[in-house]
């Protein structure tokens, strides 16, 4: 149990396009779904945590406009990248937990995205 | 299917050592990493193998044996502070990230 999918796994598009990115937690109720972003070999780097039926929390530097995300449903969340340039080319991660306070998260296997 | 395994929790001393098994069966190998998760945080990265053997960084180590589909982390010198669940995540061939479900570490005085 505790599995999480994200969909794609990887995408290329061009400077300027948007990119969304699905997150599902596939058998169980997700309350909270956290939005990470990795650079190689580096720790992964909070951009926001969203509850189901509420706005994200996005973390200090992380341009809401440009990253948005919809927690629609206790199984989805969803990541768009608008207006996307070369500097967004990361490997985007979810994880999904079943409490508020994320205290056991399960992650998903990533999207990788590069824009040229 | 693919496959990662560590146990659920492990409990020791503060000042002791403690090793932690994550065992792998996954489409193809393109490394393994080690995180520590605190709750409520972001993990942070520990160790990250690709090639057979041990490397060392300070308190904590990583072994590999890709022939096994084997890696452990070595925690010296406890603190209580290394309380944190431990996630073991392997990158199959498509480079995606295939994830343990973390080893809770409780550390006693």
Redesign the interface.
């Known amino acids: 149990g505790a599995v999480v999918s994200q969909h794609p796994s990887w995408v290329i598009c061009k400077s300027g396009t948007s990119v969304k990115i699905e997150c599902r937690s596939l058998d169980f109720q997700a309350t909270t779904m956290f939005w990470y972003r990795q650079f190689p070999k580096q720790s992964l780097m909070l951009m926001a945590t969203s509850n189901e039926g509420s706005k994200a929390t996005y973390e200090q530097g992380v341009e809401k406009d440009k990253f948005l995300i919809n927690h629609a449903s206790l199984t989805l969340s969803t990541l768009t990248v608008t207006s996307a340039h070369p500097e967004d080319s990361s490997f985007y991660i979810c994880s999904a937990s079943r409490d508020r306070g994320g205290n056991e998260q399960f992650f998903g296997p990533g999207t990788r995205l590069t824009v040229l | 299917g693919q496959n990662i395994d560590q146990p659920t929790e492990m409990t020791a001393t503060e000042g002791a050592i403690v090793q932690i098994n994550c065992t792998y069966q996954t489409s193809g190998f393109n490394g393994l990493f080690w995180?520590q998760?605190h709750?409520?945080e972001?993990?942070?990265?520990l160790s990250?193998n690709v090639l057979d053997g041990l490397e060392e960084k300070g308190r904590f180590s990583s072994f590999l044996s890709r022939s096994k589909g084997y890696s452990y982390l070595l925690l010296k010198e406890l603190q209580m502070k290394d309380s944190a669940s431990y996630?073991c995540?392997v990158e199959d061939s498509?480079?995606?990230?295939?994830?343990g479900?973390?080893t809770k570490l409780i550390i006693k005085p």
Do not use: C, S
């Open positions: 995180y998760q709750a409520g972001a993990p942070t990265f990250y996630l995540a498509n480079y995606q990230l295939i994830w479900a973390g």
